[in-house]
């Protein structure tokens, strides 16, 4: 278990701009298709937790920024899905340069990310609704990389998880709060068998992503590119506890209503998850 909380700001984003010290994350050596030839940064997470969750519609796309429209979830056009990923360790290289951050690697940190897919007149985008880290530093970098506002350091951020080996089960939780959002999210995924597969070693299918910037109305920052590979265990949606205050979910560019775990959606724990960006 580890549980951190917002601290020296100043001194925590001046060690953002240096890179860490240690060896680079492992990596699968995953076959990347030529759109992201050439990226510049590589993620490795120890475990990623993803949950899909159902809410309004409408609600939805007052976020989102002109030209991005919300998807409606099949046989309910009323509903839309966004997504909850929680990484535990998460850490960061970048192969080159970018701006005034050194090549090297960053970190680690846990996040949770919030997203939706929408649809634009150039296809699907990837819109990151909101960005909680678990350290000033690992904020600073996600800004420094996508854009202003992209990232936030949550006020509290607390995640475990607890394997058996003896009965091969792992079980996973976090809790994430931000204060100045009044946003509080706790998610317990129950103990699960672990489903061991071949790890991936051909990356996922390219997808566009954005950051929104956190204003309102909201913008979109840079557009990235990614692509991932990992061993994955299977989670039940059914077993899935996701509990947010009042069933509104308190993100920065306004709330929206969680109706529940979305079970036609990812419910999925992730071993050894790498992705790669590509920074356009």
């Known amino acids: 278990m580890r549980m951190v909380t917002a601290g020296l700001a100043l001194l925590a984003l001046a060690r953002a701009a240096a890179a860490q010290t240690g ?125 202003p506002g992209s990232t936030r350091v949550a006020s509290s951020f607390d995640m ?25 999210v706790d998610v317990v995924a129950p103990s699960t068998d672990i489903v061991s597969t071949p790890r991936v070693t051909a990356a996922s299918p390219v997808l566009s992503q954005r950051f929104l910037d956190g204003a309102r109305p909201p913008k979109v920052n840079r557009l990235f590119k990614v692509a991932t590979a990992a061993d994955y265990t299977a989670v039940a949606g059914d077993g899935i506890k996701l509990t947010v205050p009042g069933g509104k979910l308190r993100l920065p560019g306004g709330s929206l209503t969680v109706l529940g775990v979305d079970a036609s959606g990812t419910q999925r724990i992730s071993r050894w998850f790498e992705v790669f960006s590509k920074l356009l």
């Open 23 to 147: 060896a680079p994350p492992p990596s699968y050596g995953a076959s990347l298709p030529k759109e992201l030839e050439g990226h510049q940064v590589r993620f490795f997470r120890t475990i990623q937790m993803s949950i899909a969750a159902k809410v309004p519609r409408a609600e939805l796309q007052k976020l989102l920024p002109a030209g991005y429209t919300a998807q409606p979830l099949a046989g309910d056009k009323d509903a839309a899905r966004i997504a909850f990923g929680f990484y535990f360790q998460q850490r960061a290289e970048l192969t080159t340069p970018i701006g005034s951050l050194a090549a090297g690697t960053y970190g680690p940190a846990d996040t949770m990310n919030v997203t939706t897919t929408t649809d634009t007149a150039g296809g699907e985008v990837v819109l990151f609704l909101d960005s909680e880290r678990s350290t000033e530093a690992s904020a600073a970098l996600g800004n420094a990389l996508y854009g």
């Open 160 to 184: 475990g998880l607890e394997q058996k080996r003896a009965d091969k089960t792992i079980r996973v939780r976090a809790h994430v709060v931000d204060q100045a959002l009044g946003q509080e």
